[in-house]
């Protein structure tokens, strides 16, 4: 067996809860009145103090209040949903929950009540936390659910924190707040540091994995204290009080729950909240919070390289961009660098690597190789071990590629309720099978050159194709289905087509219309990110094997093709 070991030293990643090792140990190695958190848009800042006395507060709310009001009751270890575009009440719903002891599933904010009813009911979530903009989608899932009005409003918390007085008056009466909870007390020593919940699940994001639909990733507080802690090292080096990163990253998928609200507190470092990635605001932030790091996906650097908003605002506060969750090509971060130095701004741009079961990052290549290594995600981090491994067996030889399988204090506990899928991705003795191939050169950097597993990432977001394809066959005309990703430089992501088989084999013109109203009739069962933007092909039969499995591959070949024609 080779195995490869990090080649950065081991570091230390206590057995802890999240809230103990954030709020209590690593707490005073930054000023309490640094601000932590800081809405873009009315410029609403909350300290590492006050955050600490909020989650705190919720956590008593959720606990001892919420029940008192006329909510559900919530004891130790239950889990609580959030719903929420990116906003200044994530920290505080997302610190509470924890303090309360609850365990937390982040649900994407562009789900259709469909995709949201799966993770509600799949999570076991009691209650969950609403922004009132997307109240109409939950209102939507219960009533599938045949939930009476009075049993809704027992299980739904609107997201008011940090609102404008103006954006207070537009919440729907008649449910319960985040400011009904807070200010009511606090927690009780003992409840303060429960130390057990060390190897208890803390997040519960949802990932397709290697195959199939959205599965819960049970993420325990020892993975993410472990994750925060082994970045470290490979992250650019940033100043407490004096770095400001930008934070549109969705908090509900693993990267920015991690990676910008987590880590960034353990950094001391503030991050300015944006409810979503828009170029000309992006751009405005950028000058007026003089941000220094921005974590960002790959079309979020080309639409840098492209938009007009570069040139207009100030960007020389700007020190590095951070990409990850698809791959950034050499070109398109040699083209941000050019062009925002045509800016004045000097710039590194480096890449990770990680998956929401690997709580995410594995990989991060340092500011100063970067440049050298423009596609390369990086060294492995300290404290994992990686193993390269072809057809579930053999061992990739030295320099060539092949599955990248993972072991460490990071790698999930399993997906929920699912041993089956928990089985099939982690070995008895402890390697998570990424389904990602990757390769690594002998100076030890890892470069992903291709994916096994069946998923699709459209600007960073899962898209999983069995779902597609499930969603698919429910359409009266269709007889047969699979879902592929096309890449598209233009957009620098990939983007989902369908193939279909028409029950009474259509052609020509025909099924070029059918093609349009098929992309038109998916549009209000699934959220926008996976729309058919690749197109829908209508074909005599889908390519499969003996065992009646999907040749995905052949597919995609034959997608390239069809690009080039
Ligand atoms: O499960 P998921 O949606 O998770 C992520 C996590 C991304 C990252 C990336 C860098 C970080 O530093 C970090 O903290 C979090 O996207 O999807 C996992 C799949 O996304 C692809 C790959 O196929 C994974 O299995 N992927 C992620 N990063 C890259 C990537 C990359 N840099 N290059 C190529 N593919």
Redo the contacts with the bound molecule.
Sequence with gaps: MRIYKSTFPSVPTPEESIFTHLFTTTFSQHSPSLPAYTDAASGFTITRAELKQLAFSLGHGLRHEFAKLGGVSFTRNETIMIFSPNSIAWPVMLFGSLAGGLKTTLANSGYTARELEHQWKDSGAKALFVHPSLLPVVLEMFKGLNVQEEEVKKRVIIADFGMTKEERGQVPAGYLTISDLIGKGSLNEEEKFPGKLAGETAYLCY?SGTTGKPKGVETTHSNIVAVINIVRPAYPKVEAGKDVVLGVLPFY???GA??LLLFQFLLGVQVIIMPKFDPVECCRNIERYKITGFLIVPPICLALVHHPATTKFNMTSLRFL???????SGELAQAAREKLKSVGAIVHIN???????TS??TH?CSLEESTKRPKS?GRLLPNLEARLVNDDVNEAAEGESGELWIRGPTIMKGYLNNTEATVNSITPDGWFK???IAVRDKDGYWY?VD?RKE?I?YK?F?VPPAELEAVLLTHPAIVDVAVIGVDSEKEATELPRAYVVHGKGIKGDEARRFTKEVQKWIQPKVAKHKYLRGGVVVVDSIPKSAAGKILRRELRERAKIEILS
């Excluded at 951070?322 to 950034?328: E, F």
């Excluded at 890449?351 to 079961?357: C, H, I, K, N, P």
């Design positions: 990932s998928h693993i990267y991690v990676k951070t990409s990850g969750a698809a791959p950034l890449q990770g690597y990680g998956l929401t079961e995410p990052t991060l995600v990424t389904g990602d992903i994916r998923l990432k960073g899962q």
